[in-house]
């Protein structure tokens, strides 16, 4: 998959036009799936959240506010995030602070060419019973028996390793030796992966980048918050972090993005989005018949909503627009949309033909 070109792809504030101004009402269901009113207090709950971890990780983390939000949106959507991004941007620093922030379980673990599956789930050990001789197995959990699991580097270990986490990332739970074992809630994998080395590394099959609601670019600082960094980094010791949030008020968040409501007009934009990656689709454009292999699945239309919804509750709205969907394309689109031999050749990249798409399909 082609190196990505993020910083041209709209933001939370950039998104303008006909579409940035369509706020929609809440669909109107059967009486039986009409979802519980979200109400104000319930959105300040939402917006004070996002307000305190931002004060937390901006201790430690200087700039990178799209970063953090999106980290955010994947936090409160049940989404698993993929930070792509150069050595030394503290990509590791961001997620073990958001977890730190938040009092959860945080591992991170190393992959390497030798790492193994079972030193992500765990392994059985053969005990003795001292005192009547007999033998038996017991389980050792591993590092992704956790919160917020951070799998650095992840595009440096085997594909065998790499689908140790799809069943955790699906279903969040482990089968080992045919016992399954569930995994405590929230459950999140945050990957970083270097787009610069090659040697050593086995790229994602598109089955485990599926998995990933976003794919994230985290670009350098500007030289002003360069600076900053230097000096808060080079002084006598980091700045303390403290947990703001218990993990019940995250569960409760969590569900509250459930209940967000949203506009037939703007799950029809979603969809409309996502099938016209696929050059197979009636409404596929021509830039994506020329370049794209394959194009995102429906997956993508999920996440788009449940990440508006995210977005809608951060920004203090009770109901998602098609401006949450189109700041939330490119993270949702570009690791889905696999690009031909003749896109590579011309340069050419999944956030390219994300930015056609947009310009293309303005409205819901």
């Not at 030394?88 to 379980?105: F, M, V």
């Not at 917020?148 to 080992?176: C, F, G, W």
């Amino acid at each position: 998959m082609s190196m990505i070109e993020p910083a041209t792809l709209p933001t939370a504030e950039g998104v303008t036009g006909e579409a940035a101004a369509v706020a929609v009402a809440p669909s109107a269901p059967s009486p039986a799936s009409v979802p519980p009113p979200v109400t104000p207090e319930a959105i300040r709950l939402g917006q004070s959240l996002k307000a305190d971890l931002f004060g937390e990780i901006h201790k430690r983390i200087v700039g990178q506010d799209e970063v953090i939000e999106l980290l955010l949106l994947s936090l409160l959507a049940q989404g698993h995030g993929l930070f792509i991004g150069v050595p030394g941007l503290a990509k590791t620093l961001l997620i073990s602070t958001l977890a730190e922030s938040l009092g959860l379980g945080f591992n991170r673990v190393q992959f390497t060419p030798d790492l193994m599956p079972a030193d992500i789930t765990g392994t059985e050990i053969l005990e003795e019973n001292r005192s009547t001789g007999q033998r038996s197995f017991r389980f050792v959990r591993g590092p992704i028996f956790t919160n917020i699991l951070l799998a650095d580097e992840i595009n440096r270990t085997s594909p065998k390793t790499q689908a140790a986490l799809l069943q955790a990332m699906q279903e969040r739970r482990v089968t080992v030796n045919g016992a399954t074992y569930p995994l405590d809630a929230p459950f999140l994998v945050f990957a970083t992966q270097n787009p610069i080395e090659q040697e050593g590394t086995y790229p994602l099959p598109e089955a485990q980048l599926d998995r990933f609601m976003f794919s994230v670019v985290v670009n350098y600082p500007s030289a002003a918050e360069e600076a900053r960094i230097v000096v808060s980094t080079t002084g006598a010791s980091l700045e303390k972090v403290e947990p703001v949030a218990p993990r019940e008020r995250i569960l409760e968040i969590q569900e509250l993005v459930r209940q967000v409501p949203v506009s037939e007009p703007v799950v029809e934009y979603a969809v409309r989005l996502a099938r016209a990656t696929r050059p197979a689709d009636e409404n596929a454009g021509e830039s994506v018949r020329k370049w794209v292999s394959w194009g995102a699945g429906p997956r993508a239309s999920q996440y788009l909503i449940l990440g508006g919804k995210a977005r809608a509750i951060l920004h203090g709205r009770p109901a998602v627009t098609v401006a949450d969907v189109r700041a939330l394309a490119g993270p949702v689109l570009r690791h889905r949309i696999v690009v031909n031999f003749q896109a590579e050749a011309e340069g050419v990249t999944p956030d390219r033909i994300v930015l056609e798409l947009l310009d293309q399909i303005r409205h819901a």
